[in-house]
């Protein structure tokens, strides 16, 4: 199955707001509400933001947050920092066949 | 903190084999879904195997056409992935995670593993 289409980069200034899209297929992020996003930086595994499209775990910043409209689902990065640089990726449950899909990734760029 | 530590990764042939492990500690082993996530050099994250709770239940990537196997030993608090018919294409950093929510929450920092001549 097709990887999820994330842009390959966004960028903003410290402060700003970005936000990083999404988009896949009623095969998975249409059909459910099952979107995670991930941070990570180089040389580093993957660390969790976001789960059930707007749930975050104990101890992210709430400078995060999710939501999905349709067949893409979004992650807003508030107040920009200089740390947010780094790989972004989204994850989507697909069903029974594909399980989950990635996205191939954002990089964000502090300027 | 909880730990997830993968080992086994390596340098093989192509047609060879290899059995990655992923030690878990601090955290309840039992009650934990795991999976493998896999990251090709300078590439995207790519699912490739989760195990249930009982280790009853194994699931997988389509495109691994059933050259990899999950197993879990409670005993040991360990993952692990027998990966057999490897390909160029399977190099990758070999991540070790767990699944709750259909979402992987804690990752190891990953076991390399290149397939080349």
């Known amino acids: 199955q097709s990887a999820l289409t994330q842009p390959a980069s966004v960028s903003g200034s410290p402060g700003q707001s970005i936000t990083i899209s999404c988009t896949g297929t009623?095969?998975?992020?249409?059909?459910?509400?099952?979107v995670s996003w991930y941070q990570q930086y180089p040389g580093q595994a993957p660390k969790l933001l976001i789960y059930?499209?707007?749930k975050r775990p104990s101890g992210v910043s709430n400078r995060f947050s999710g939501s999905k409209s349709g067949n893409t689902a979004s992650l807003t990065i508030s107040g920009l920092q200089a740390e947010d640089e780094a790989n972004y990726y989204c994850?989507?449950?697909?069903?029974?066949?594909?399980?989950?899909?990635f996205g191939l990734g954002t990089k964000v760029t502090v300027l | 903190d909880v730990q997830i530590l993968e080992s086994g990764g390596g340098l093989v042939q192509p047609g060879g084999s290899l059995r990655l492990s992923c030690v878990v500690s601090?955290?309840?082993?039992?009650?934990?879904?795991m999976s493998w996530v896999r990251q090709s050099p300078g590439k995207g994250l790519e699912w490739v195997s989760t195990?249930?709770?009982?280790?009853?239940?194994?699931f997988y990537a389509d495109s691994l056409k059933g050259r990899f196997t999950i197993s879990r030993d409670s005993s040991k608090s360990t993952v692990n992935l027998q990966m057999s018919s490897l390909r160029a294409e399977d190099t990758a950093i070999f991540y070790c995670?767990?699944?709750?929510?259909?979402?992987?929450?804690?990752w190891g920092q990953g076991t390399m593993v290149t397939v080349s001549s």
């Open positions: 995670a767990t699944l709750n929510n259909n979402a992987f929450h804690l």
């Open positions: 601090k955290i309840n082993f039992n009650t934990s879904v």
């Open positions: 195990i249930s709770a009982s280790g009853y239940s194994t």
């Open positions: 009623t095969n998975n992020v249409g059909s459910y509400n099952l």
């Open positions: 059930e499209v707007t």
């Open positions: 994850c989507s449950y697909s069903g029974t066949k594909y399980f989950y899909v």
